[in-house]
């Protein structure tokens, strides 16, 4: 029996006002954003809700050439490229050890791991900072990479180990019997077998890197390793503001999270939905 018949109308009525009224809310802003970084700055100013007049591109050259976009772009893809590669594959090691293999001190290090959620990035970022200057690698790639994996690690393998955890001891025991090696069960087992989990990984990571600022912003000091988010202060300032630059420059780094989701949005979703009836 269909359940939807038993919904009253006024309920439905009120759920569809609801979903409409939230897309409207979040696409209206992105709308007025992605139309307003065609205008000149005054004609923001003086209309600020307005349509463009003349459509013009400039802010988008003017943006990509003064705040070295192009370099910023790179950047942002490497740092989350090889951030959210470099936690995945360590969560998932991690989490195939800690649930797979009897020893007694699985519990005190899973427990460190997870206690790694209660650090803070601001706690860390001076004492981490002199300890990147001390071994010279302040201001280079691998510099952001390792804080962006050693603060993603403890979420990652929480998520993680709860799902291995649950993949049959049984498979592996038979693997095992059949003359295949550690190394060989997790790359043609549990991965396989943890397919959806790795996708709520992915999207939870690859949101966390390209949005990150602080490790980039502080760690860095040229433009040639700015990630996105730095560079987009170049062009707010106290006393002068270019409204048209800024919009296209956030217009520009929104585009491949656009991207990202419309190429992956149904395995992410399936992945949320799997990894949330794993038992």
């Given at each position: 029996?269909?359940?939807?018949?038993?919904?009253?109308?006024?309920?439905?009525?009120?759920?569809?006002?609801?979903?409409?009224?939230?897309?409207?809310?979040?696409?209206?802003?992105?709308?007025?954003?992605?139309?307003?970084?065609?205008?000149?700055?005054?004609?923001?100013?003086?209309?600020?809700?307005?349509?463009?007049?003349?459509?013009?591109?400039?802010?988008?050259?003017?943006?990509?050439?003064?705040?070295?976009?192009?370099?910023?772009?790179?950047?942002?893809?490497?740092?989350?490229?090889?951030?959210?590669?470099?936690?995945?594959?360590?969560?998932?090691?991690?989490?195939?050890?800690l649930?797979?293999?009897?020893?007694?001190?699985?519990?005190?290090?899973?427990?460190?791991?997870?206690?790694?959620?209660?650090?803070?990035?601001?706690?860390?970022?001076?004492?981490?900072?002199?300890?990147?200057?001390?071994?010279?690698?302040?201001?280079?790639?691998?510099?952001?990479?390792?804080?962006?994996?050693?603060?993603?690690?403890?979420?990652?393998?929480?998520?993680?180990y709860?799902?291995?955890?649950?993949?049959?001891?049984?498979?592996?025991?038979?693997?095992?019997?059949?003359?295949?090696?550690?190394p060989?069960?997790?790359?043609?087992?549990?991965?396989?077998?943890?397919?959806?989990?790795?996708?709520?990984?992915?999207?939870?990571?690859?949101?966390?890197?390209?949005?990150?600022?602080?490790?980039?912003?502080?760690?860095?000091?040229?433009?040639?390793?700015?990630?996105?988010?730095?560079?987009?202060?170049?062009?707010?300032?106290?006393?002068?503001?270019?409204?048209?630059?800024?919009?296209?420059a956030?217009?520009?780094?929104i585009?491949?999270?656009?991207?990202?989701y419309?190429?992956?949005?149904?395995?992410?979703?399936?992945?949320f939905?799997?990894?949330?009836?794993?038992?």
């Amino acid at each position: 029996m269909n359940n939807e018949k038993h919904i009253p109308v006024t309920w439905k009525t009120c759920a569809y006002v609801i979903v409409l009224s939230f897309t409207i809310m979040t696409l209206a802003p992105l709308i007025w954003l992605l139309y307003s970084s065609f205008k000149i700055n005054a004609e923001i100013l003086k209309f600020p809700l307005a349509l463009p007049k003349d459509f013009t591109i400039s802010n988008y050259l003017r943006a990509w050439d003064i705040g070295h976009m192009g370099v910023a772009l790179l950047n942002s893809f490497i740092y989350t490229g090889f951030a959210t590669g470099g936690t995945l594959f360590l969560a998932m090691a991690a989490a195939f050890g800690l649930s797979k293999f009897p020893y007694k001190s699985k519990n005190f290090i899973y427990g460190a791991f997870v206690g790694g959620l209660l650090i803070s990035v601001q706690a860390v970022i001076v004492p981490l900072y002199l300890m990147e200057a001390k071994i010279g690698i302040i201001d280079t790639r691998i510099g952001v990479i390792l804080p962006y994996i050693a603060f993603d690690l403890p979420m990652s393998i929480l998520i993680a180990y709860s799902f291995v955890n649950a993949i049959p001891d049984a498979l592996i025991e038979a693997a095992v019997i059949d003359g295949a090696s550690y190394p060989q069960i997790f790359f043609k087992v549990i991965f396989p077998f943890s397919v959806p989990v790795i996708a709520t990984m992915v999207i939870l990571s690859f949101l966390k890197h390209w949005n990150e600022f602080m490790f980039a912003f502080i760690l860095t000091t040229g433009n040639d390793m700015r990630s996105l988010p730095v560079a987009l202060t170049l062009f707010a300032g106290r006393l002068n503001v270019d409204y048209g630059m800024q919009f296209a420059a956030l217009v520009i780094s929104i585009i491949p999270m656009i991207v990202f989701y419309a190429i992956f949005h149904e395995r992410l979703i399936k992945g949320f939905a799997e990894g949330g009836l794993k038992e």
